[in-house]
């Protein structure tokens, strides 16, 4: 869940299956004064848009993910709630049938960090799920709490293991062309 903090001068942009929801519940009650109107996961373009002057005094910061890694999180997830793809390769090779809820960005995490073009990274910080924790006590660095440890949640690397394991060239290739900005943008690599 996104939150702008205005007593740490702190918005955290909440792109889903990053570890976001880790992050706000082990930030969120070490501020004293939230802004409680936000969406859950807002593009940063969003906030800033809508909160001019807390997006200007404040450290902003998002986390992403390997995309191969987190489609696999992504099936792991949702098959716990339907069975509509029973195996992870008819999931990817369904990808375009897929109903995307409003304010989800599914295919895309570099959406969720820049300008309305998608070109301009707009968010102060991008941490790395891959780097979670050393990340983590970055951000607690920057914004001034002394890092009390990152709460893990929906910990799905525990139930699913090493994402290369649920892959073909067939679904390889769909996460290579369905997630290339977010792959060009930070570099990723299956």
Not at 73 to 95: D, N, V
Not at 131 to 146: M, T
Request: glycine residues 6%; contains cysteine.
């Amino acid at each position: 869940m996104s939150f702008i903090s205005t007593d740490r001068h702190f918005i955290f942009i909440h792109v889903q299956r990053t570890g976001g929801t880790s992050i706000s519940r082990t930030l969120r009650p070490l501020c004293e004064e939230t802004e409680s109107n936000i969406p859950l996961h807002p593009p940063a373009f969003f906030v800033r848009k809508n909160w001019p002057k807390g997006w200007a005094e404040s450290f902003k910061v998002g986390f992403v993910r390997n995309p191969w890694d987190l489609w696999v999180s992504w099936y792991c997830g949702l098959s716990r709630f339907s069975a509509e793809y029973p195996t992870f390769r008819e999931y990817m090779l369904h990808h375009k049938e897929w109903h995307c809820p409003p304010g989800f960005h599914f295919t895309n995490q570099a959406h969720q960090l820049c300008d309305e073009t998608g070109k301009e990274i707009i968010v102060d910080f991008v941490g790395r799920y891959e780097n979670i924790d050393a990340d983590f006590a970055h951000v607690c660095r920057q914004i001034g709490i002394d890092n009390p440890g990152l709460i893990h949640i929906n910990n799905s690397r525990i139930s699913h293991g090493d994402y290369h394991e649920w892959y073909d060239p067939d679904t390889m290739a769909i996460v290579k062309q369905i997630s290339e900005p977010t792959i060009r943008m930070f570099g990723y690599e299956y």
